[in-house]
């Protein structure tokens, strides 16, 4: 086979391989569009469970903080060319798991339970909106 054979092959396997990707990426969504899907339904007691999800979260990344600083403390390497490696990583990874803790107990679950508070006041006031609005029209 000579190579203007072997390049004509390659080029129209190519170009079915993209033919067939652009179509792929031009149908249509499977529920044809309509409003089919369920609607997410939130309020304060789902914000307060996922908050104490993310707490969860926490405590495993702490418990698995603790399991790596212990391992690696009891690793000694004094006198080799990675010592200093090793104390880059341990550093690394004090940063890094402060990081998450900060962020999985204020950004997320801290968050979360701002969120599901300021839910409940709005419910409450909603609620108390709905009991006035319900005990004037029993006046009239």
Do not use: C, I
Not at 34 to 60: F, I, M, Y
Not at 123 to 134: G, I, L, P, S
């Amino acid at each position: 086979m000579s190579f203007d054979e072997m390049w004509g092959q390659a080029r129209s396997a190519a170009s079915a391989r993209q033919h067939s990707s652009m179509r792929l990426n031009q149908l249509a969504p499977v529920d044809g569009g309509g409003g089919s899907t369920p609607s997410l339904h939130v309020d304060a007691g789902v914000l307060e469970e996922r908050a104490t999800k993310a707490d969860t979260v926490r405590t495993n990344f702490k418990d698995a903080d603790n399991k790596v600083m212990t391992a690696t403390g009891r690793v000694e390497l004094k006198g080799f060319k990675s010592d200093s490696a090793l104390s880059t990583f341990q550093k690394r990874w004090r940063s890094q798991m402060q990081y998450m803790d900060d962020l999985l107990g204020k950004g997320v679950a801290g968050n979360l339970r701002t969120s599901a508070a300021e839910f409940r006041k709005e419910e409450d006031k909603r609620r108390r909106a709905a009991k006035r609005e319900n005990d004037s029209d029993g006046k009239k």
